[in-house]
C-alpha cells in the first residue's frame, strides 16, 4: 500500500521539506509515503475563489491515480483519533490499493473533490499552515502504521488493550 499526499503549494519551507521527509523515510517499505506537489492558481486578476479551486480542482484530478481511495483534509471534515487512524489503515490495506490524502491550497479544496473524497477528515479544528498539515499528516500516518505494527513509538495502547490486527507489512 501507498500513501500519496497531493498538496497544493510549492516552495515550502526547509523545515517542512525535512519534517515531512524525516516520517517517509521512517515508513516500511509496504506503507510508504510519496509527496506530490501541485502548483497553486495564481492569486489575482479578477478570478473568483470559485474559479482559484476550480483550476486546482484540475490539477489534483490529473494527478490522482485511478481506482485509488481518496481522504480529502478539510478543517470541517470528520476528526479521527490516531487508533481510528489506524484502524481504517488496516481495513484499507485489506481492499488493497493506494490512498491519496489531499491537502487544498489556500483557499482550501473545491466542492467537488470533497463531495467525491472517500473521507473528508479535519487533522485539527484550528486552520493550520499548509505545510504544516503536510508535515502533521506524514506523523500520523507513521504513528498509525507504528501503532499497528505494535512499534513502541506510539505509547498509548489500544482501547482492545492490544494489537489484534492482521494486518501484515
Request: hydrophobic share 45%; glycine share 10%.
Amino acid at each position: 500500500m501507498k500513501f500519496l499526499v497531493l498538496a497544493v503549494g510549492n516552495k515550502m519551507p526547509e523545515w517542512v521539506e525535512a519534517g515531512f521527509e524525516e516520517y517517509a523515510r521512517r515508513m516500511p517499505h509496504e506503507a510508504a509515503i510519496e509527496l506530490i506537489e501541485l502548483r497553486p492558481e495564481k492569486r489575482g486578476g479578477g478570478k473568483t475563489v470559485e474559479q482559484l479551486l476550480a483550476a486546482e480542482r484540475a490539477r489534483i484530478l490529473a494527478a490522482l491515480p485511478p481506482r485509488c481511495r481518496v481522504v480529502a483534509l478539510d478543517e470541517r471534515g470528520r476528526q479521527w483519533t490516531t487508533a481510528r487512524l489506524a484502524d481504517s489503515i488496516t481495513g484499507w490495506m485489506r481492499n488493497g490499493g493506494d490512498t491519496a490524502f489531499i491537502v487544498g491550497g489556500a483557499d482550501g479544496l473545491d466542492a467537488n473533490i470533497k463531495n467525491s473524497a472517500d473521507e473528508v477528515l479535519a487533522l485539527s479544528a484550528l486552520t493550520l499552515p499548509h505545510g504544516l498539515a503536510r508535515v502533521l499528516l506524514a506523523e500520523q500516518l507513521y504513528r498509525a502504521v507504528s501503532l499497528i505494527k505494535g512499534h513502541p513509538y506510539h505509547r498509548v495502547s489500544l482501547p482492545s488493550g492490544g494489537n489484534n490486527w492482521t494486518a501484515k507489512f
